[in-house]
């Protein structure tokens, strides 16, 4: 069975910072590009970043540019999501999701993902 199981969400301040680990399980976790989408309340989901299969190659959102930092660890299957210096308008759901054989609508496009976690709540208060 496929899983993608997104964690480390929670409640900070405006400046604080969270780390957000996503464990894969079920796929062959590093032939897959990996990514983070978010989704506030009555927004459309957007993508975060993404890191290319061995982590050769790393994509952000303007939005998030020089406060936030993806990694992956292939020997765990597992994802990070390092954000720094939170703004309220980064709080949302953040989901991990996996692309199999690169992208078929460009890496911040939902439909170009094959798999989808839950999604870990964060909560930015100012």
């Known amino acids: 069975e496929v899983q993608l199981q997104a964690s480390g969400g929670g409640l900070v301040q405006a400046g604080g910072s969270l780390r957000l680990s996503c464990t894969a399980s079920?796929?062959?976790?590093?032939?897959?590009?990996i990514g983070w989408f978010r989704q506030a309340v009555g927004n459309k989901r957007e993508g975060v970043s993404c890191i290319t299969w061995s982590g050769g190659f790393t994509y952000y959102a303007d939005s998030v540019k020089g406060r936030f930092t993806i990694s992956r660890d292939n020997a765990k299957n597992t994802l990070y999501l390092q954000m720094s210096s939170l703004k309220v308008e980064d709080a949302a759901v953040y989901y991990c999701a996996a692309a199999r054989s690169g992208w078929t609508a460009g890496w911040s496009q939902p439909s170009s993902y094959n798999y989808w976690g839950q999604g870990t709540q964060v909560t930015v208060s100012s």
């Open positions: 079920g796929f062959t976790f590093d032939d897959y590009i």
